[in-house]
């Protein structure tokens, strides 16, 4: 019976702790042996769906006012489908719960299995376990290499002399031996085998490459990528910390043979030290410029020190909803607890999930003592409501219209980890019907004119029709990047899009001071414009 209760401790305690193994392993207080933990958790997970209708169909909560939903799946399961049954003498409380409603339960099975066109339980395991690993795919460990931190050229097959190239990410997703391929669109960018300790090696402990998700180096790429070193000035990261997206933008300024200078701002003071640290390990000091505790929105545009600046990138914080939870503690589907309705909304979110996505950004920020600092990028990942995407989304706009002003800048991306709309294709929507866009010009950096990977890559913007802020044509929408957590591709959740400054316009404006009398008349004249709230 301990193994019931130990199992539900390791699942509601185990969020964000690491992996299953570790959670498992790592309390020596447990009375169960770790294997049968482990067999019981990833057993369940293959059933959990199917487990759910069956309790909420028996109503066994609504009868066992003494059982948890969680403990009510694992008890079904070994009493369904393991052949000793439930691991607990006969008059245990918690085994006795699911005796006395032993008939109501197996007629619900009985009728899930037959939904399922399944002639027998053996049948319907089968047909499970078949669903669950279509369903769980594997991710790669996605790796940029960083130039910065060559020498003598940059060669791949110098690094990982004992690891296989293969061709494509199928090819590295399905290998029993340590594999990795070159990326498609991202130059210097690499795909190992899942869970290889990259973390463990030399070249990683000398900041020679860097764990970045294959999403999360499209916005520095689609900034700068093709471009001509005369067309870049310096560079603003506006929200850079902990500064993967920074680096890449200095190892491709350096690539491009371009002297411009990258300025990183973060607001936060701890982020700050880690983005210092994450640019000196990576060998950017000497071009990167660090605004430590800055925020954007108080960085005067017409400071002579921002002269220059030609390209910004905005990556602010967001819900993070796109964020995949690379951990392997299976979120499991829990059956509705009819008691939960007194319960207060935060408890009763939590009672249905377990592994949840409370925590921090990657399993990698949590290992911190290594040369790079923070591998994966964002923050914690938050439940959005509506309340909080609409924040989060004016926010948004706010600092890439703040962006918009620098007296010379061309070229813009803005990019989220999120999945929501209303956090990316409603932000540009109104971003381009904003007065900073409509009277210096800017306009999305069209799909033709992106660099090559960029423009090949087939997700582009959405439209559900669920949001009437979204107001983009269906051009406005191929300019648009997105990533999708759930393809093929195996990246996180990612929306990304860049705007340039139309060449007629960007003349007219280079006078900076007519530009900001103009403002201010309009900020005189509409107090309550809330675009304008951008540059306040
Ligand atoms: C999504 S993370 C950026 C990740 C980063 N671009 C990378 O690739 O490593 C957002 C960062 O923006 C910072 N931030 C949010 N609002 C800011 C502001 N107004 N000014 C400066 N930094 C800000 C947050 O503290 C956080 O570190």
Redesign the pocket.
């Known amino acids: 019976m301990a193994l019931y209760y130990d199992t539900a401790a390791v699942l509601s305690s185990a969020q964000g702790q690491g992996s299953l193994k570790s959670s498992i392993y790592g309390d020596a207080a447990k009375k169960s042996r770790p294997t049968q933990i482990y067999a019981l958790i990833s057993q369940t997970a293959k059933r959990d769906v199917l487990l759910k209708e069956v309790i909420e169909n028996a109503e066994l909560l609504k009868h066992e006012s003494k059982l948890t939903p969680l403990l009510a799946l694992l008890l079904c399961h070994d009493h369904f489908f393991v052949k000793s049954g439930i691991a607990a003498p006969l008059k245990h409380p918690l085994r006795q719960a699911i005796e006395r409603n032993k008939s109501r339960l197996l007629s619900e099975l009985a009728r899930a299995r037959l939904k399922r066109k399944c002639a027998s339980l053996d049948a319907l395991k089968l047909q499970l376990d078949a669903d669950h690993r279509r369903q769980t795919r594997p991710h790669p460990r996605w790796m940029r290499t960083n130039i910065l931190r060559f020498d003598d050229g940059y060669q791949p097959r110098q690094m990982f002399p004992k690891w296989n190239q293969q061709n494509s990410l199928d090819q590295v997703l399905e290998a029993t031996e340590l594999s990795y391929c070159h990326d498609n669109h991202v130059p210097h960018l690499f795909a190992f085998s899942p869970n290889i300790e990259l973390v463990k090696t030399e070249a990683y402990t000398r900041g020679q490459y860097i764990l970045q998700d294959k999403a ?1 180096c499209f916005p520095a790429y689609l900034l700068l990528g093709g471009q001509s070193k005369e067309d870049i000035g310096d560079v603003l ?9 920074t680096t890449h933008i200095t190892a491709i300024l350096q690539e491009l043979g371009s002297d411009g200078k990258v300025f990183a ?4 003071v701890a ?1 700050s030290k880690t983005l210092i640290s994450m640019v000196s390990k990576a060998g950017a000091a000497n071009r990167v410029q660090v605004l430590a505790k ?4 108080a960085l005067d545009s017409t400071d002579p020190r921002f002269q220059e600046v030609t390209h910004l990138l905005l ?4 819900s993070g909803s796109g964020i995949l939870n690379r951990e392997d503690i299976p979120q499991l589907a829990l059956p509705n607890d009819p008691r939960a309705a007194t319960k207060s909304s935060k408890n009763d979110t939590a009672d249905q999930m377990v592994g949840s996505k409370k925590r921090k950004r990657a399993d990698d920020v949590a290992r911190s003592p290594e040369p790079i600092p923070s591998p994966m ?3 914690i990942p938050v439940q959005a409501t509506t309340e909080r995407l609409q924040k989060l989304s004016n926010l948004q706009t706010r ?1 890439v219209e703040h962006a918009m002003a620098f007296p010379a800048a061309t070229r813009i991306t803005y990019s989220t980890c999120s999945v929501h709309e209303q956090e990316n294709e409603v932000v540009v929507s109104r971003l381009l019907a904003s007065r900073v866009a409509q009277d210096r010009g800017w306009r999305l950096l069209p799909r033709a004119q992106q660099v090559q990977g960029m423009k090949e890559w087939k997700h582009r913007g959405c439209n559900s029709g669920s949001d009437s802020e979204n107001t983009l044509t269906g051009d406005d929408l191929d300019s648009c990047i997105r990533c999708l957590p759930d393809d093929n591709e195996r990246t996180m959740g990612f929306f990304v899009c860049a705007f340039m400054r139309d060449d007629n316009v960007q003349h007219q404006e280079r006078d900076a001071s007519s530009l900001a009398a103009r403002n201010s008349l309009r900020n005189d004249d509409e107090d309550n414009d809330e675009a304008w709230e951008g540059f306040e």
């Open positions: 999360s990261d506006g929200c850079a910390a902990p500064g993967n997206k701002c973060e607001r936060d982020r800055q925020d954007f929105f990556d602010p914080s967001c990028e964002e923050e600092i």
